[in-house]
């Protein structure tokens, strides 16, 4: 439960897709695959762990949350036990960090280094980024922009144009998939002064953003496809285009938290088969 793992898709997604463009590069690496899945899993599995302790100690996961339960909130964990947890979690993330610096670079390190900090700071630490309306920029940045590159510079320590462009919709998805949780927890966090994104915009700008995101992927991916800056197969992620009006519609004129957990479940769902429809494209070129 404290693992969240109906969101881990969205350390899934942006390695497959560096690794489906690997496949169209002829440079493709099953041992960089699975050491690069193991690793972004492990990160964020940490990041959950390190989220579920350092909310519970500053407050901000009340009974009055519509979300799921979170583990040292409900008291079905200690602090203690989830902090080793996420101690173990990272100890997974730096082996499999230095298998991929010895198949590639240092690199990797300074990667892995910056995804740590970046895990431990969101909302712990004496300044939680995350309590400052920055959590989507930084989620934009490591789980689209690092995430897709890297997930590409694993198989042969390059990073050719297409994973930069095509981190951009990857990046706007898992964004999507952040404020679309912060939506839900916008009354609760206001309470305990969290100034997430969506408390500081209000909830009806903060679902115009949602939609942007969501909307924004497509258009994205549609106009990258188009141009020939990214494989004109990539264009086959459109196909997932139709399930995101549903979940645009759902977060614009509901507030009741089974719909709104619907949401960000089907959000990170939809995360996932873009992913996969962009891996596939960037594979067959």
């Known amino acids: 439960m404290a693992a969240r793992p109906a969101t881990l898709w969205a350390a899934i997604a942006p390695v ?8 169209g590069d002829g440079v493709f690496r099953w041992d960089a695959l699975g050491a690069a899945l193991t690793g972004a899993l492990a990160i964020q599995v940490a990041a959950n762990f390190a989220n579920d302790a350092s909310d519970a100690e500053r407050g901000a996961d009340t009974t009055e949350r519509i979300g799921p339960t979170r583990a040292v909130a409900a008291g079905l964990l200690t602090a203690r036990q989830i902090w080793f947890a996420t101690a173990a979690a990272m100890v997974v993330a730096v082996g499999a960090g230095i298998y991929l610096t010895l198949i590639t670079n240092w690199v990797i390190v300074v990667i892995g280094l910056a995804s740590i900090a970046a895990t431990l700071t969101y909302v712990g630490g004496p300044i939680p980024y995350g309590y400052r309306g920055l959590g989507e920029l930084f989620v934009f940045v490591f789980f689209g922009v690092v995430a897709t590159v890297g997930g590409r510079f694993v198989h042969d320590a390059s990073a050719p144009r297409a994973a930069w462009l095509l981190a951009v919709p990857v990046g706007l998805m898992v964004t999507a998939i952040l404020v679309a949780n912060n939506v839900r ?15 500081i915009l209000g909830r009806s700008i903060s679902q115009r953003l949602f939609a942007g995101l969501i909307y924004g992927t497509f258009i994205a991916i549609a106009v990258l496809a188009v141009l020939d800056m990214t494989p004109p197969w990539t264009a086959l992620a459109l196909l997932a285009a139709p399930l995101g009006r549903p979940l645009v519609q759902r977060l614009a004129q509901h507030t009741d938290g089974p719909t709104l957990i619907g949401v960000l479940v089907g959000t990170a769902r939809l995360h996932l088969l873009v992913a996969i429809g962009l891996a596939i494209g960037a594979g067959l070129g």
């Open 16 to 23: 497959a897709v560096g690794a489906g463009i690997a496949v």
């Open 185 to 199: 927890d916008i009354e609760t966090d206001r309470a305990v002064g969290k100034r997430t994104l969506a408390v």
